[in-house]
């Protein structure tokens, strides 16, 4: 039976040594309560770095750490203190954290940490190999696991890999500038799903790909060797219940229940009802624009001089990665501004800024949401940003604003926050003003609509979706791999040619035939294309098809006087010798039930897109969707559909901003099974470039000889380049 497999680098609970004895417990954070779902009963195993090098593990507790490892799913990677330096806290921290945040001056190219990151990422590898089979699912996490994908996909091809970027990937521009910038893209290609949190990230993703490697991409696939990489981005949400609740647990609280912060937060709105107190919350880390916020706020209380003693900012500042440098240096800058500012501005009664510098329990950081009037979040970059999506869950009666950085992952999903420039402070300071005076009303119209959106695409819907899509992609991998004709592949084709008595020929006009013209009309068919299509009409013991979307007059125009037998509009109207086209299908609804949840996670991953339900038909629209990312989903909707209904009698109209699907009894594998069911054909061949002529490769007999102009995704046996090789083909059938 196959397992779940999930990699990062730190596995989700916590090893303590107290007195000699060992303590595991589980962690809190949002990536271990995401997996929940898909790290559960025995049949998945969580693999990572304990926490604790084996410098650090006594020698009497090293194979207890295993047993208690494993009452938990988990199974360790045995670092020590070298591995941590040059792979962690050198090679992910200082090399790959600030390029990929746009901190390119903080980045440092340094070989040893380089050499420390492969030697280490091997060591996962050899982990995930030593505890995995063939029919595994692999999930790999993050920017400390980059390489990991393609060492296991090289020992083990069949395994089916998933792997996930938590943090921001970089434009080109600035991506290209890493020494070892290939090596980390092939890593990655190991992987046959790769996601980020944007579509921003996985466009800068792909072109990459395309610019540094020469890779064909097309849309969201990258065609590498015989294989088909999927990349696509899967928005992360929180566990919006547990923190609702947790909210809602926290207010009812009373008098010595509640905690020592909440009443100390409780204190300061009596003794300042008026006063607004605004929280930010962050690791302490340059990327999360803390330095910036508090010189923003300085700025605001210049501006609106009237708000001293009016509002407070509290700063949790997490300690984080304090080994190195930059964040020492960080951190010093924080204190000394904190300091000035509250030297230079306290009052007998008020201090400007609340700073704490340490890790709170979950308790308090529920006190600090639900207390605070705003949440001001100002990450210069950031993959995602939870902590904004978090304030906004605690908020059970709806109030408070968000103000939101735009270089946040998460603003793409909430455009209802007050999304800000953290470079701008005018703006920033305009914002503050906007957000101390908004109407209740108002934010809780603003809230609403983000808490709906939260609730709906938590935490577990994202791990599911990805798990869903990495499934499916497993599933389907082998199937998309088409064979190039070449000359030997071309030669076996022509020795069963030669040999049959019956063949029977189906050839799609438009891109296959003849190359696309602006304007359909004058994609007439040339001279030559006449000549071979005469022969072929001529050719003893062979019945040629065209077959076509296109519409009835056109082609009656121009090859009802050749008298080839043709299909068009997909299958309505079929004519034979030279005869008037008559109808080949009559047009029929229970279909809808199957199509819906499809169409139901396409809005889930595309914020802005909603599906209309008619009598006979489901059309999902797109147009308040960001315009690249909305034209992105809808081709990808369409092929999901095309392969979901390949078997069904329903068809795709892709409107203006909508795509419909609806009930029509029409396609071409159905059209070109019928006319196989007329005779006794001992090569059936079948020819097309798009979609619709995935029904002929699907629904035609295993013997029959499909091929795919051009190399997308196809259930077609071969592929091949374009309409100038298919021309040769015909050629050879008529020589
Ligand atoms: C990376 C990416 C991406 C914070 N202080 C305390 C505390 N927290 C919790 C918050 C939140 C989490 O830590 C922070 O998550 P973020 O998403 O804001 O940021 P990163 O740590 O940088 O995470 C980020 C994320 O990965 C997920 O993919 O969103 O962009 O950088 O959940 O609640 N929790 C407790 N005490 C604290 O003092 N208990």
């Known amino acids: 039976m196959s397992k779940t497999i999930i990699i990062s680098n730190r596995l989700p609970v916590q090893l303590q040594i107290n007195d000699e004895s060992l303590f595991a417990k589980p962690s809190v954070g949002g990536l271990a309560t995401g997996m929940k779902s898909v790290h559960s009963g025995g049949e998945s195993l969580w693999i990572g770095w304990s926490g604790l090098t084996d410098e650090q593990i006594p020698e009497a507790l090293v194979e207890e750490i295993d047993t208690v490892l494993a009452e938990h799913g988990c199974s360790k990677v045995k670092l020590n203190k070298n591995d941590i330096e040059g792979y962690y806290f050198g090679f992910s921290n200082r090399t790959v954290w600030p390029l990929f945040h746009y901190f390119l001056e903080y980045s440092e190219f340094e070989l040893g940490f380089w050499e420390s990151y492969k030697e280490v990422n091997q060591k996962f ?47 080109y521009e600035i991506f290209r500038t890493l020494p070892w910038r290939e090596e980390v893209l092939t890593g990655l290609l190991g992987a046959d799903l790769i996601g980020f949190h944007t579509y921003d990230y996985e466009r800068h993703f792909l072109s990459s790909v395309r610019r540094l490697l020469g890779l064909e991409v097309s849309f969201n696939d990258i065609y590498l060797e015989n294989r088909i990489i999927k990349v696509d981005s899967f928005p992360m949400g929180i566990d919006y219940d547990k923190f609702h609740n947790a909210a809602k647990k926290s207010n009812k609280l009373k008098g010595k229940h509640r905690s020592d912060l909440q009443i100390k937060l409780d204190e300061h709105k009596k003794f300042a009802p008026d006063t ?22 300085e700025y605001f209380l210049t501006k609106y001089p009237e708000y001293k003693e009016k509002v407070r900012l509290i700063i949790l500042a997490v300690p984080s990665r304090s080994n190195v440098p930059q964040y020492q240096l960080l951190k010093r800058e924080i204190d000394e501004l904190v300091g000035r500012i509250n030297g230079e501005l306290s009052t007998v009664n008020w201090t400007p800024i609340w700073y704490f510098y340490r890790s709170l329990p979950f308790e308090n950081l529920i006190d600090l949401y639900t207390s605070s009037d705003i949440a001001w979040l100002t990450p210069l970059r950031d993959g995602m940003n939870l902590v904004a999506k978090e304030y906004i869950a605690t908020r059970t009666d709806k109030t408070g604003v968000l103000i939101l950085s735009e270089m946040a992952g998460s603003a793409n999903e909430m455009n209802e926050a007050l999304l800000i420039n953290p470079n701008n402070f005018e703006q920033q300071a305009d914002t503050l003003k906007q957000a101390i005076t908004m109407p209740k009303e108002e934010q809780i119209a603003r809230n609403m609509f983000l808490q709906n959106w939260l609730k709906r695409y938590n935490v577990e819907v994202w791990a599911n979706e990805f798990m869903d899509s990495l499934k499916a992609h497993g599933t389907l991998k082998g199937a998309y791999v088409s064979q190039k004709i070449d000359e030997s592949a071309l030669d076996t084709i022509m020795r069963q040619y030669k040999k049959a008595k019956n063949r029977l020929l189906f050839f799609d006009y438009d891109g296959t035939l003849a190359d696309f013209h602006k304007d359909p009309q004058k994609a007439s068919p040339d001279k030559e294309l006449y000549g071979l299509l005469d022969k072929l ?6 019945t040629l098809f065209l077959i076509s979307g296109r519409d009835k007059e056109t082609f009656a125009r121009w090859f009802l006087p050749k008298k080839y037998n043709m299909i068009v509009e997909h299958g309505v109207w079929i004519s034979r010798n030279g005869e008037d086209f008559s109808m080949l299908e009559q047009v029929k609804g229970d279909w809808m039930k199957k ?14 897109s909603f599906i209309e339900q008619k009598n006979y038909s489901l059309a999902w629209h797109y147009r308040n969707t960001d315009p690249d990312f909305g034209q992105k989903r809808a081709t990808e909707l369409n092929t999901v559909l095309t392969s979901l209904i390949a078997n069904d009698d329903l068809s795709i109209l892709n409107g203006n901003k909508v795509m419909e699907v609806k009930s029509s009894n029409v396609n071409k594998g159905r059209a070109s099974s019928r006319i196989l069911g007329e005779g006794n054909y001992d090569f059936i061949f079948a020819i097309g470039d798009d979609w619709t002529d995935e029904f002929m490769f699907e629904e035609l007999p295993d013997e029959t000889i499909t091929v795919k102009v051009g190399i997308q995704k196809t259930q077609a046996k071969y592929n091949i380049e ?7 083909i015909l050629k050879q059938f008529v020589k």
């Open 722 to 728: 374009g309409t100038k090789r298919v021309r040769e």
């Open 125 to 171: 590898a050899d982990a995930i190999l030593e505890k995995t089979n063939d029919d595994d699912i692999i999930w790999i996490h993050d920017y400390q696991l980059m390489l990991v994908p393609k060492m296991v996909k090289e020992k083990r091809p069949k395994a089916t890999i998933g792997f996930f970027l938590h943090i921001p990937f970089p434009s």
């Open 276 to 297: 607004k107190l605004i929280v930010s919350i962050d690791r302490l880390d340059y990327s999360k624009g803390i330095a910036k916020r508090i010189n923003a706020f």
């Open 595 to 608: 199509i819906q949840p499809v169409l139901e996670s396409f809005v889930n991953r595309t914020p802005g």
């Open 537 to 542: 009409q001529n050719q003893k013991g062979t």
